[in-house]
C-alpha cells in the first residue's frame, strides 16, 4: 500500500498548496484594499490643506493650528501606506523557484520561465 500512501499523501500536498496560494491571494487583495484605503485618506487630507491654504492666502484667516494637524494626519498616514506596501512586496515575491532562481510571485502556480512547480517554502526576510 506503499503507492497509496504516496498517493494520499501528494493529494494532501497538493491541497495544502492550494488553500496556502488562496490564502496568499487573499492577503494580497487586502493589502492592496487597505493601502487603497489609505491613499484615499491621504488624496483628502492634501485637499483639505490645499483648501485650507487657500483660506490663509485669499481671506487671510489663521488656521495654521488646523494646517499643522493635517501635516502631522499626512505624515501618519504616509508611514502607513509605506510600511502596507512593504508588506504586500514581502508577500508577493515570498518565493524563489528552485529549478532557475527566478523570484516568482506567490499568485503564480509554476515558474514563468522554466515552468516548474513552485514550492511554498518562503525566503525568510
Ligand atoms: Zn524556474
Given at each position: 500500500?506503499?503507492?497509496?500512501?504516496?498517493?494520499?499523501?501528494?493529494?494532501?500536498d497538493a491541497?495544502?498548496?492550494?488553500?496556502?496560494?488562496?490564502?496568499?491571494?487573499?492577503?494580497?487583495?487586502?493589502?492592496?484594499?487597505?493601502?487603497?484605503?489609505?491613499?484615499?485618506?491621504?488624496?483628502?487630507?492634501?485637499?483639505?490643506?490645499?483648501?485650507?491654504?487657500?483660506?490663509?492666502?485669499?481671506?487671510?484667516?489663521?488656521?495654521?493650528?488646523?494646517?499643522?494637524?493635517?501635516?502631522?494626519?499626512?505624515?501618519?498616514?504616509?508611514?502607513?501606506?509605506?510600511?502596507?506596501?512593504?508588506?504586500?512586496?514581502?508577500?508577493?515575491?515570498?518565493?524563489?523557484?528552485?529549478?532557475?532562481?527566478?523570484?516568482?510571485?506567490?499568485?503564480?502556480?509554476?515558474?514563468?520561465?522554466?515552468?516548474?512547480?513552485?514550492?511554498?517554502?518562503?525566503?525568510?526576510?
Open positions: 500500500m506503499a503507492i497509496w500512501g504516496e498517493i494520499s499523501k501528494g493529494a494532501k491541497a495544502a498548496f492550494t488553500v496556502k496560494k488562496t490564502e496568499e491571494i487573499t492577503a494580497i487583495a487586502k493589502l492592496k484594499l487597505a493601502i487603497h484605503s489609505e491613499v484615499g485618506k491621504l488624496e483628502k487630507c492634501y485637499q483639505e490643506m490645499g483648501e485650507l491654504y487657500y483660506e490663509i492666502l485669499r481671506k487671510d484667516v489663521d488656521n495654521s493650528a488646523e494646517v499643522a494637524a493635517l501635516l502631522l494626519e499626512a505624515d501618519e498616514l504616509k508611514t502607513k501606506i509605506a510600511a502596507l506596501k512593504a508588506q504586500l512586496a514581502s508577500v508577493q515575491r515570498g518565493i524563489i523557484c528552485k529549478e532557475c532562481g527566478t523570484q516568482v510571485s506567490s499568485e503564480y502556480g509554476f515558474c514563468p520561465i522554466c515552468g516548474t512547480k513552485i514550492a511554498d517554502d518562503k525566503v525568510e526576510e
